[in-house]
């Protein structure tokens, strides 16, 4: 049973370019969840996906959004990156049923030079 | 963003020690959630609470839900070197499309 996974593991960009970030959730699961996660803090919710449509956003700006295609798979896009972007962006899967009880991929590690 | 406050930031125990943590919260919660984050991995699920009171055990480790519902704690006994590791509480205000608040983290060192 693969649990949830995250392409690419890590990723170097400059300020001003985009950047897309991908997820596969675990088997079974329908929901999808980002995260931000700076050095030495906890994850921060970015946004919730479910039925391919956005249902909950944490305080982010519109520069990050994100995508669920039917497979359930998901992609987070950050536009006009700036420095203060470079985190680990970890993406969780869950079921419906229990949306809270979310399972993380790796992450990837995004630094922004 | 908001997030839960933990206690404490870090420590050091001697292999063998049982260890406490705990997790507080400015708003009542619904569900609690206890994970480990190696360096360089995703959090990995350790226990879930879904009811005040409830007290959860996952082998060495025991968690409570707060009566309070504002907060809850970790227990780890007879702590072996592999726990080593940051902790993170978090917790979830209802069901439906409710975010996931994270707590500040507890940093593990486990000593030989």
């Known amino acids: 049973d693969a649990g949830v996974t995250q392409s690419p593991t890590h990723l170097i960009k400059t300020r001003g370019q985009q950047v897309t970030l991908r997820c596969s959730p675990k088997s079974g699961h329908d929901t999808v969840s980002w995260y931000q996660q700076a050095l030495g803090q906890g994850p921060q919710f970015i946004f919730q996906y479910y039925e391919e449509e956005e249902r909950q956003r944490g305080n982010f700006p519109d520069r990050f959004s994100g995508h669920q295609f039917p497979n359930y798979s998901s992609e987070l896009n950050v536009n006009a990156l700036l420095l203060g972007d470079s985190a680990l962006y970890l993406c969780a899967s869950s079921l419906v049923s229990s949306r809270e009880t979310q399972y993380f991929g790796p992450g990837t590690r995004l630094l922004v030079l | 963003g908001q997030q839960l406050n933990q206690s404490p930031q870090s420590m050091f125990i001697q292999e063998g020690e049982d260890v406490s943590m705990n997790c507080t919260s400015s708003?009542?919660?619904?569900?609690w959630l206890w994970y480990k984050q190696d360096p360089g991995e995703g959090p990995v699920l350790l226990i879930a609470l879904y009811k005040a009171g409830e007290l959860t055990s996952n082998g060495r480790l025991t968690a409570q839900f707060g009566i309070t519902r504002k907060d809850s704690f970790l227990n780890i006994s007879a702590s072996i070197p592999s726990d080593v590791g940051i902790y993170f509480c978090a917790g979830s205000a209802s069901g439906g499309y409710q975010k996931v608040t994270f707590g500040t983290g507890t940093k593990l060192q486990v000593i030989p």
């Open positions: 708003s009542i919660f619904n569900t």
